[in-house]
T-cell receptor
Framework: AQKITQTQPGMFVQEKEAVTLDCTYD???????LFWYKQPSSGEMIFLIY??????QNATEGRYSLNFQKARKSANLVISASQLGDSAMYFC??????????????FGAGTRLAVHP | KAGVTQTPRYLIKTRGQQVTLSCSPI?????VSWYQQTPGQGLQFLFE???????NKGNFPGRFSGRQFSNSRSEMNVSTLELGDSALYLC?????????????FGPGTRLTVT
C-alpha cells in the first residue's frame, strides 16, 4: 500500500532563512509522482511543485525545490528565503498507478510552518 | 486562465438532509477529483471523474456519490447527512490524460452538519 509520512507536525523558521520540510513515502509502483501543496488558513490547497519518479533532475519552482532521493524514498521540500506569507500548512502527496487511477492522491498528515520576523 | 471554482463556499445542513456541491475545473481539464478534509482523518480521496466516467472511488459509504457533465463540471452529493460529514470538501482539476500530472485545487466547500 502507498503511504506518505511527514514526521514534523510543526516547524518554525526566521524570515529570509531556508527551511526543509521532510517527506518520506512508500510505494511498490515503478512509476509515481510526488507533490507538495501549501494550505493557508483560508483552506485552499495551492500547488507548489511536482516530481516524477523518472525525472532526472530535482524539480524547482522559484523559491521551492524538491530534494528527491529515490533510494531513500524521500522527497523533501526546501523553501529558500522564507517570507512571512509562507506561514501555512504544507502537505506532501503521492500519485501512482497502484492507487487505482491516474489522479488519486495519497496525502501525508502535513507540517505546519511558522515564519517569524 | 480562471482557476478551479467551487460552490457554495460554506454550507450548514441538518442531520438527515442531503447536499450537493459543485466544482468547475480549469478550462481544458477533463479530470475532477474530490477530497474530504477533517481534523481527525486528514485528506481523504473520495472519487475521480474523467470524461463523465467515474474512474476511481475511495473508501466512503454509498451516501457519497458524484457525477461529471459533458463540460467537465462535477457535482458530488451526500445523502442522509451525519455529524461526521462535517468537513472541508476540496475538488482538484487536472488534464487527466497523462503528463503533466499537476492537480489544481479549488477553494473548497466547508460543510457543517448540525
Amino acid at each position: 500500500a502507498q503511504k506518505i509520512t511527514q514526521t514534523q507536525p510543526g516547524m518554525f523558521v526566521q524570515e529570509k532563512e531556508a527551511v526543509t520540510l521532510d517527506c518520506t513515502y512508500d510505494t511498490s509502483d515503478p512509476s509515481y509522482g510526488l507533490f507538495w501543496y501549501k494550505q493557508p488558513s483560508s483552506g485552499e490547497m495551492i500547488f507548489l511543485i511536482y516530481q516524477g519518479s523518472y525525472d532526472q533532475q530535482n524539480a524547482t519552482e522559484g523559491r521551492y525545490s524538491l530534494n528527491f532521493q529515490k533510494a531513500r524514498k524521500s522527497a523533501n521540500l526546501v523553501i529558500s528565503a522564507s517570507q512571512l506569507g509562507d506561514s501555512a500548512m504544507y502537505f506532501c502527496a503521492m500519485r501512482g498507478s497502484s492507487s487505482g487511477g491516474y489522479n488519486k492522491l495519497i496525502f501525508g498528515a502535513g507540517t505546519r510552518l511558522a515564519v517569524h520576523p | 486562465k480562471a482557476g478551479v471554482t467551487q460552490t457554495p463556499r460554506y454550507l450548514i445542513k441538518t442531520r438527515g438532509q442531503q447536499v450537493t456541491l459543485s466544482c468547475s475545473p480549469i478550462s481544458g481539464h477533463r479530470s475532477v477529483s474530490w477530497y474530504q478534509q477533517t481534523p481527525g482523518q486528514g485528506l481523504q480521496f473520495l472519487f475521480e471523474y474523467f470524461s463523465e466516467t467515474q474512474r476511481n472511488k475511495g473508501n466512503f459509504p454509498g451516501r457519497f456519490s458524484g457525477r461529471q457533465f459533458s463540460n467537465s463540471r462535477s457535482e458530488m452529493n451526500v445523502s442522509t447527512l451525519e455529524l461526521g460529514d462535517s468537513a472541508l470538501y476540496l475538488c482538484a482539476s487536472s488534464l487527466g490524460t497523462g503528463p503533466p500530472y499537476e492537480q489544481y485545487f479549488g477553494p473548497g466547500t466547508r460543510l457543517t452538519v448540525t
